[in-house]
């Protein structure tokens, strides 16, 4: 594809696309060990500048990740970290980048999945972005329940837990949805098909808490943190129930790829007027200026490319 970016990273070399292969019968077993992070660079137009955001809290994350299903990370973190920076100078953006380092256990069956060498990749390709496209989506409560840390932990960010997200995705769509919420095993609201959901009631922002059975979302954090230090809005983590997802004001997804993404409705319930709410805008506003230094707050957040 004519699109393609010349690199790929894999096991610490920047190797060209065509080179960059695995083997056909490794495919199926190495999707079940994979675990992933999806990180955004920033493109700031006026300065000619590209951040990546949040890199040492997703790197943190992927090590993680890597360490609770009983890999090996043969790379040191800030290896990849400079790996990641070198792969994206080589593929020369001036746009916005999507980066997504990935680990597997490579094997052609599943005897060999106790293997525990990971190998670490990490490819690029850009990212339109979608915040502040003046839309917001209509979300329903998925029938699928979310997966819970004791079967399959949505803590860690695996390639696997996202079939439990395309149950619910694909059910939401032919149901004339954009977007799934999905309970917990107790009933209580727990997030989206890969994003975290916050909203607004009593002008308090609200999400289900790290035990919600969630991904610890590195935007949510940024969110929260923005609301307190910078709007002064409240912030409540704790058990959400699906009542009050249709009593809310306002609601959204948030997530590097979602970004802020407004809700309309959810089951049809609209929420405030269907159009999106004044919370949910400001934060908007300020997480476009934050990740691309327009507001240059927060300076620990972006490595410049
Ligand atoms: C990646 C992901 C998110 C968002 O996490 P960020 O760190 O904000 O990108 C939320 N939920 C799930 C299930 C995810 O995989």
Request: charged share 20%; with cysteine.
């Amino acid at each position: 594809m004519a699109d393609n970016p010349q690199f790929v990273w894999v096991d610490g070399k920047l190797v060209p696309w065509n080179e960059a292969t695995i083997h056909i019968t490794a495919v199926g077993t190495a999707g079940v060990s994979l675990v992933y992070e999806g990180i955004l660079a920033y493109w700031n137009a006026d300065a000619r500048k590209l951040f990546v955001f949040q890199l040492d809290a997703h790197l943190e994350r992927f090590a993680q990740s890597i360490r609770l299903t009983r890999m090996k990370q043969p790379i040191a973190t800030a290896t990849i970290k400079e790996g990641i920076l070198a792969l994206v100078r080589a593929n020369n953006y001036a746009e916005n980048v999507y980066i997504r380092p990935f680990a597997f256990v490579e094997s052609t069956s599943y005897s060999g999945m106790s293997n525990d060498q990971a190998r670490i990749v990490v490819n690029t390709m850009p990212n339109p972005a979608p915040v502040r496209s003046g839309r917001a989506v209509h979300a329903c409560v998925s029938s699928w329940a979310r997966i819970s840390d004791n079967m399959m932990p949505p803590r860690v960010k695996a390639s696997s837990n996202y079939l439990n997200a395309r149950y619910a995705m694909e059910e939401a769509k032919r149901n004339g949805y954009d977007s799934a919420l999905m309970l917990n095993s107790s009933g209580k609201v727990a997030e989206a098909q890969g994003a975290c959901l916050m909203i607004v009631r009593d002008g308090k922002v609200i999400t289900p808490s790290a035990t919600s059975g969630i991904l610890e979302s590195i935007t949510r954090d940024v969110i929260i943190r923005l609301c307190r230090e910078v709007l002064h809005v409240e912030v409540v983590e704790r058990e959400v129930d699906r009542t009050e997802l249709y009593v809310a004001r306002e609601a959204f997804l948030c997530g590097t790829g979602s970004e802020i993404t407004p809700l309309a409705s959810i089951d049809r319930f609209t929420l405030g007027d269907g159009a999106i709410g004044p919370i949910t805008r400001q934060i908007e506003a300020l997480y476009h200026d934050i990740v691309r230094e327009i507001d240059a707050r927060y300076p620990e957040w972006r490595t410049a490319v």
